[in-house]
């Protein structure tokens, strides 16, 4: 493989990243609104199934924001990469 050709495959493989983050940074819009709408549903239960989902809904928006974190810096290395060879 020469060097162009590697220099496509990170192209290609940041194209693929691009996708998938941009797939997650919807899943965070989509928890972030679930959170929302469960909190106005549910504002003045203290059920512990409430909670509990409550706490789980903003535990997936935290790890989706971070994996987003995760897809942008592989993108930044990779180009960083492609760019020094």
């Given at each position: 493989m020469n060097i162009d050709e590697v220099k496509q495959t990170i192209s290609r493989g940041n194209t693929a990243a691009k996708q998938g983050r941009e797939t997650?940074?919807?899943?965070?819009?989509?928890?972030?609104?679930a959170g929302m709408l469960a909190q106005?549903?549910?504002h003045d239960s203290a059920h512990d199934?409430?909670?509990q989902m409550s706490r789980k809904l903003?535990?997936?928006?935290l790890e989706l924001e971070r994996t987003v974190?995760?897809?942008?810096?592989?993108?930044e290395h990779a180009n960083s990469y492609a760019a020094r060879i």
């Open positions: 997650l940074e919807r899943g965070v819009t989509e928890a972030r609104d106005r549903v549910t199934h409430v909670t903003n535990e997936l928006r974190r995760r897809y942008e810096s592989a993108i």
